[in-house]
């Protein structure tokens, strides 16, 4: 497609994980994207993007990109009526991949502001700008909890994990009912939890996947750090200590509620299949963008041990004895990885069969331990985000 035949688009969420990947490689395929965002204590909407721009090496295709600094929940996007205007003529296509993604019960208020009530602004936009298309980036989780089969269809779950999934399920509805109203085809994309890029293992965002393993790493170099300059007491204490081969032996029993699996999916992959459905999947229709391929906490122990060189961690599944003695790194680790829990054994399985993206046979990988080390070493590289921009 060349850039003339490609739809200008309005896209919301760039300065954020996915909407920034999605945004570098639109604009590398050749779209004209008009980034939809605001300004923050770390730059204006401008200044966060260019380096964004210069993290992804394509600060030479500034030309494809406008910027409009937006608020949902004003009037007209919160923009003077002739730049609203100009705005709407100039959109074709909108794809719709902001949101709070806080699992925090503390900021439902804000959740819902931002992932439901921001909803009125743009669907108006979308029906102003007469756009041809509305794409939603949703999750898979949409599917709420006591289900196991998730299926490609809108979600009628009551009860959720938190109040983040609460919101995309709330907000998928109500977007599909108005695109249905107005006329507006509507493609609802649903990732399950996306890591970095499997083939360089780069990524932006450091939760999910690697928050256990950012929480182990910290208790092991805790540990680490007494035994080398510390005399080793409280290790020695805790029944940690140093084999002779130099691998440390910690022992972590982590309790997962069931056997389950963890569906994760790299950013590249949710990219390339965001842009087939956007490119190919003319009627629109509801996409789980999951790992038919699922990997398991067992799996990434194993991997986590063999590239921390680490010995004693332990997966159980069942629930957690009342009395239970844990360790200070058990402690630590249970208090890291609560918000994460119910995603790391999870026994759902994601529909993957809406025909559109089937026939196209675009899967992503299994999590390999090269893909695995490829992304950890990174994270590590970039102090887990803090050194990346
Ligand atoms: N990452 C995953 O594993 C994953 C998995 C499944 C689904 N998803 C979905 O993918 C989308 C992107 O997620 P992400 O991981 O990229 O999230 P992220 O890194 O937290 O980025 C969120 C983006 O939304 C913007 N945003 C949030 N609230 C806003 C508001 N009130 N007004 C304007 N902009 C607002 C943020 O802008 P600021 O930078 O200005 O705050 C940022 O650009 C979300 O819809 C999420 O539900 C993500």
Same mark, same amino acid.
């Given at each position: 497609m060349s850039l003339q035949n490609k739809p200008t688009t309005a896209l919301t969420g760039a300065t954020g994980f996915l909407g920034s990947h999605l945004m570098a490689s639109m604009l590398t395929t050749g779209y004209r994207i008009i980034a939809l965002g605001r300004s923050n204590k770390e730059g204006t909407l401008k200044e966060r993007i260019f380096k964004l721009m210069r993290w992804f090496g394509i600060e030479a295709l500034d030309g494809q990109l406008e910027l409009v600094e937006i608020d @949902? $929940?004003?009037? @007209? $996007?919160? $923009?003077?009526e002739s730049e609203y205007k100009e705005l709407c003529a100039k959109t074709e296509q909108i794809i719709h991949?902001?949101?709070?993604?806080?699992?925090?019960e503390r900021k439902r208020e804000n959740v819902f502001k931002s992932n439901v009530a921001s909803l009125k602004g743009i669907l108006d936009f979308a029906e102003d700008s007469k756009a041809d298309f509305f794409h939603y980036i949703s999750?898979?989780?949409?599917? /709420?909890? /006591?289900?196991t089969y998730c299926k490609e269809i809108l979600s009628s779950a009551k009860s959720f994990t938190n109040v983040y999934e609460e919101s995309k399920a709330a907000a998928e509805n109500i977007i599909s009912r108005f695109c249905q109203k107005s006329s507006i085809r509507l493609s609802i994309i649903r990732p399950s939890i996306v890591y970095g890029?499997?083939?360089?293992?780069?990524?932006l965002k450091f939760n999910a996947l690697y928050f256990p393993i950012r929480s182990a790493q910290s208790i092991r170099d805790i540990y680490l750090n007494d035994l080398y300059n510390n005399g080793g007491i409280k290790a020695a204490k805790n029944g940690i200590y140093l084999d002779k081969d130099g691998y440390l032996f910690l022992p972590l029993k982590i309790y997962l509620p069931e056997e389950g699996y963890l569906n994760i999916i790299p950013v590249d992959y949710f990219v390339n299949a965001t842009i087939k459905i956007i490119e190919n999947c003319s009627q629109g229709g509801i996409y789980h963008l999951t790992n038919n391929l699922p990997t398991t906490m067992k799996i990434v122990a194993k991997y986590y041990e063999q590239l921390m060189k680490v010995r004693g961690v332990e997966i159980i599944y069942g629930l957690q004895p009342d009395n239970l003695l844990r360790n200070p790194a058990e402690e630590l680790f249970d208090r890291f990885i609560e918000p994460y829990r119910p995603y790391l054994s999870d026994k759902r399985v994601f529909d993957r069969t809406n025909a559109c993206l089937a026939t196209d046979n675009l899967n992503p990988p299994e999590f390999t331990y090269e893909i695995f080390k490829k992304c950890i070493e990174y994270a590590i590289s970039v102090n887990w985000g803090q050194s990346i921009l």
């Open positions: @949902f $929940l004003k009037p @007209f $996007l919160g $923009l003077p991949c902001a949101s709070d993604t806080s699992f925090s999750t898979a989780y949409v599917a /709420g909890t /006591g289900v890029d499997s083939q360089t293992g780069r990524s």
